[in-house]
């Protein structure tokens, strides 16, 4: 399998705060790969270092085959930054005209993109509107178009969902794995697990600039699978905690996420919870990446806010 | 390149289609020529008329000479070809005090324009003296002085006891015309009106001011626009700092240039109009000075300096956050434009001083002193070579400093940098 990004010991120190500590990962081609981490952890100084926006202090990072940087190479990458930005006074055709030209298409090739564009995406009455007449979720759509409208080999997405409603999620989810299909390889950054869980197949995740974890979902699920009971309830199931052979719980009111030491009995907890419950559904699982990512990062308090 | 062109081509559609670009253009002649309009009214509502002066006049004999001055000179006849003054002679009652208090109310009503007094001595510094109800017109000072000048040499020679003719006389007394040539280094010089000079250094250092600043200070807010607006990262997921910076200081170059082409095109209307309509002699100085040496020359500077101020306003915008911090980071470039706007004075009275050589070397200033030197002398051509060398290797320097310290500042929101921080980023 070939790699789409290699990253090989990055590092990038920002005055005394080092962000990026000694990062390797690759990415492969065709995948989608989620780049995880908590706020602060160094997803998005590594990916400026992937887009050639920051150069790193040390290390290597080749995208494509090549090195990061170069107008032909930056042509093939397609990036949607958290922060999302358009000009305020462009209108949308004109707005995605300029996106495209600037990732390399010929300028009417550009403007005939992006109005096809903004005709699937339900907004081509709207192409002679200023962007700063449009709805949050409408200027969502625009930036989105911006980033993929070159066909890009690889598409970064930095919190694409973030302040995002469940109908514009849903499009979007379904063009990101449509994008997939077609060949793009994909790094979704997020925090939120549930929708790394959904959508990739590999992933890296990152704590104080290093990489905690590494491997496929399913290898990673594997490794952390065994003790882990899902419950479902009525009563108060706060004293699991405090029950014999667990290190865990997740509680979600009437349900419970029960992380057991190794070894353990499944079956002496069930027992303990039905002296108490009312038990609705017991399963042995595999763990949640909400739940995993909890457990490798979540243990300190705090964050650094975003570098 | 191309994404540097693509970018200079959005920077110049979205200027140039908006209405308040047209606006603003098309403004700036319309303001100058209602200021002209106003003054041409100004004139109009005040026509010349003839000016009565009441001369107390102890000699006697002056008041007639006077007259006859007043008429060999141009400020003392009127386009009609009547005398722009008439001198009545007062008789004296009383003293010569006496006499002028009498007058003085008529002064008050506009009867009469001035009182002009001649002591009998003719006493250089105490024998003369001219009430009127407003001095600030200098125009009639002046006239008057001259004229009362020769006809006191003339009387004078007449008290003496040199035995001269009438047209003798005449001729010994007869105002010269002084008039002002500027040698040029390849031989030959021309004559040149130095106020038109002086006028047209003043409004080309006033253009390149407003280029260098307005302009100037325009790439700085794009780049803050585009830091708030979030639009930077986008950009520079496409494309260099380097490009898009070169992108946006030739785009707003761009605008410039349009505009200056609207302007360049009115003042050519205007330079056929005074061709056609007017003689063109009569304004061989203004014909002159938009000589095309000169302009090119004048053009040259321009470029020249909105090269280097753009470059400084770029790394304003890359350090400021919002549109007040670069008002605060823009206060040394705006002392740099000022120095040598406000030496101007001293600078065209001494344009060869070791000083406003030396200030026509320092490239933040050359634009401005270089071209204030060459509108009212000719510096030797290597003086001028070297300044557009300096000012050359200055905008390289610059401009590489911008685009390091844009690298980093591009992204930085919130927290305006310090100095020591911003010079960190410049070397990292």
Redesign the interface.
Known sequence: MTTAVSLVNLTKTFGEHRAVDGLSFDVPAGSIFGLLGRNGAGKTTTI?MI???LRPDSGTVAILGGAA?G?VL??R?G?L?E????????KLA?MLE??G????LA?PEARRRGIAWLDRLELGPWKDKKVEDLSKGMQQKV?FI?AIMSKPDLLILDEPFSGMDPVNQEIFKDLILELNREGCTIIFSTHVMDSAEKLCREIALINHGQAVLKGTIGEIKKKFGTNTVALEFDGDGSFLGGLPGVEKVHHGGQTAEVRLAQGADTQALLRAAMQKLVIRHFSVVTPTLHSIFIQQVGSEQGGNGNA | M??VL??I??EY??SVTKKSFWIGTLAFPLVLMLIFGLVILAHVVNPETQRKISFIDETGSLAANMTEALASQEEGVLSDGKPAFVVESIPLTGTVEQTRQGLEQRVLDEEIHGILVARQDLDPNQGFGLYLKSVGDEDTGRTLRRALQSAVVQLRLERSEIDLDRGTLDAFVQPIALKSFEVKAGGGATEKNPAVAQIGMLGFSMILYIVLFFYGFAVARGIIQ?KS????????????PNQLITGKILGVAAVSLTQMIVYAGTAWAARIYIMLKQDPEQFRSILELVAPARLLLFLLFVLLGYFLYTSLFAIVGAVSSTEQDAQNFQTPLVMMLMIPYVMSVFFVKHPDSPAAVAASFFPPFTPMVMFMRISVLTPPVWQIALSIALMLVAIYFTFRLAAKIFRIGS?MHGKRPTLPEIVRWARS
């Open positions: 400026r887009m050639d926006i940087g107008d930056k042509d990458v990036y930054p922060e999302r930005g358009l000009y305020p006074k462009m004109d300029f996106a030209s600037i990732k390399g300028v930036q911006g | 191309r994404k693509m970018v081509r959005r559609l979205q585009e607006g979030r639009v930077m990262e986008v950009l520079l997921g496409s494309m260099t992204l």
